[in-house]
């Protein structure tokens, strides 16, 4: 059974930071491209940060370069995101993505809520 399970989100003042991670099970995490991505009430869900390419390359939204960086563990299945100096505008539900490399296939987590407000 296929799995992503995101965990790490919460309530956050502005300016500070979290780690989010999301857990792997049921699939060769090694051959996926992972990423993270977002979506604020009333808006469309939106990539935010991604491995491009197997050697791991990543790429970042204009809007969270230099504040965000993601990183995978693949002897732990795991992709992460950290998060710093965070704003308001980066309230939402915060999502993983795997897409295999080879075949397009693509599962999502469930999703886990941040909240930066003071």
């Known amino acids: 059974q296929v799995q992503l399970v995101e965990s790490g989100g919460g309530l956050v003042q502005p300016g500070g930071s979290l780690r989010l991670s999301c857990a792997a099970s049921?699939?060769?995490?090694?051959?996926?491209?992972m990423s993270w991505y977002r979506q604020a009430p009333g808006k469309e869900r939106e990539l935010i940060a991604g491995?491009?390419?197997?050697?791991?390359?990543?790429s970042y939204k204009d809007s969270v370069k230099g504040r965000f960086t993601i990183s995978r563990d693949n002897a732990k299945n795991t992709v992460y995101i950290q998060m710093n100096s965070l704003k308001p505008e980066d309230t939402a539900v915060y999502y993983c993505?795997?897409?295999?490399?080879?075949?397009?296939?693509?599962?999502w987590g469930q999703g886990t809520q941040v909240t930066v407000s003071s």
């Open positions: 491995f491009t390419n197997p050697a791991g390359t990543t």
């Open positions: 993505r795997g897409i295999g490399w080879h075949d397009g296939t693509g599962y």
């Open positions: 049921g699939f060769t995490f090694s051959s996926y491209a």
